[in-house]
């Protein structure tokens, strides 16, 4: 098998001190050359600026940032502004996403997209009128009343953005027993979803059984097993109420009853056991989820051998044995 491919998660910064730790994690991140690094941002666009000042900072530093963006709560024209908003930034990936309606009928757009294989299909139509061809200088054209003026023909068709949408190991609170999800996200493919990333898990069958099922629906686009780095137990407790998942008790009581040192030691060791698990169907890559702390995530890529280069000083390797999650 391939070197295990990555990526990370990170979230805009609400205050200074915050800022400089989404600094310092940016950095890291961009050293060890991730596929890409995703940035989320608020309901409606929210934090759009804040978003936007962090995947700057990726692009100058020569990462490769990937955008987030929901469509619920947004007019259609706010959302396609959104996007070429993103794309004169330079940001050609995103992270496709419904998102959850304004609870308050009265705050609902009158005319909004309604799911985010749409949303694949707007960020695609406004992507190709924005800039649709590229132009290749032409000669001077001499002998002609334009004299040493230069032309201008064009050339092949720009490259098209990535588009990643959201998957489910274990189904999306609407889905109902049918697995709707998995139709929703082949209309997602369909639309010109170029790869799923899914919410996170805690049992490496759950997300191989997802595999199974989606390939056999007709879906074959990359699903990349999104995984938390549970450091604390309220992140862990936090990660599973935003998932929708159990909580792991067994590693919940753990995390609890641990020093701050030892709960980072568990939470990087329970990530690593849950990718070498994988390592048996494949996956190819893995996004990790890091709540803006760099170091847990780099010590678990540097655990399973998924790092093109050496681990930063301030991250070393955790080489325990694999934390059990036990039953929810």
């Given amino acids: 098998m391939s070197r295990l491919r990555y990526s990370f998660e990170l979230f805009p910064p609400r205050d200074e001190a915050a800022a400089r730790r989404v600094d310092v994690a940016v ?30 900072r990726l692009l100058d530093r020569g990462a490769s940032p990937m955008a987030h963006l929901t469509c619920a709560g947004l007019e259609v024209s706010e959302t396609a502004r959104l996007v070429r908003q993103f794309l004169d ?13 304004p609870l308050e009928p ?47 023909a064009l050339a092949e068709r720009r490259a098209a953005t990535e588009i990643a949408v959201a998957a489910f190991p274990n189904g999306h609170p609407g889905a109902g027993t049918r697995r709707a999800d998995i139709d929703a996200l082949l209309a997602k493919q369909s639309a010109g979803a170029t790869m799923a990333i899914t919410q996170l898990f805690f049992d490496p069958y759950d997300y191989a059984r997802f595999v199974e099922l989606a390939r056999a629906r007709g879906v074959t686009i990359p699903i990349v097993p999104g995984v938390v780095v ?23 009581e753990r995390l609890a009853a641990a020093t701050p040192d030892d709960a980072r030691r568990l939470g990087v060791d329970a990530a690593i056991a849950l990718i070498g698990a994988l390592a048996e169907h494949d996956p190819g890559a893995v996004h990790l989820y890091t709540f803006n702390d760099h170091r847990p995530a780099i010590d678990v890529l540097a655990g399973v051998g998924a790092l093109r280069s050496a681990p930063t000083a301030a991250s070393q390797a955790s080489t325990a044995a694999p934390i059990p999650t036990g039953a929810p």
């Fill in 106 to 152: 009265a705050a609902r757009p009158r005319r909004t997209l309604g799911s985010a294989s749409e949303l694949v299909q707007l960020i695609g139509r406004v992507e190709a009128e924005r800039v649709p061809y590229a132009e290749t200088p032409l000669p001077g054209l001499h002998g002609t009343a334009l004299g040493e003026r230069r032309g201008a």
């Fill in 89 to 101: 930034a330079g940001i050609t990936k995103f992270l496709a996403l419904r998102g959850d309606p």
């Fill in 27 to 56: 950095d890291a991140f961009a050293a060890l050359e991730p596929e890409f690094v995703s940035v989320t941002f608020g309901a409606a666009g929210t934090s759009t600026e804040h978003s936007l000042d962090v995947l700057q």
């Fill in 230 to 252: 549970p450091t604390t137990a309220r992140r862990l407790e936090r990660s599973a109420e935003l998932a929708g998942e159990a909580v792991p008790r067994v590693l919940f």
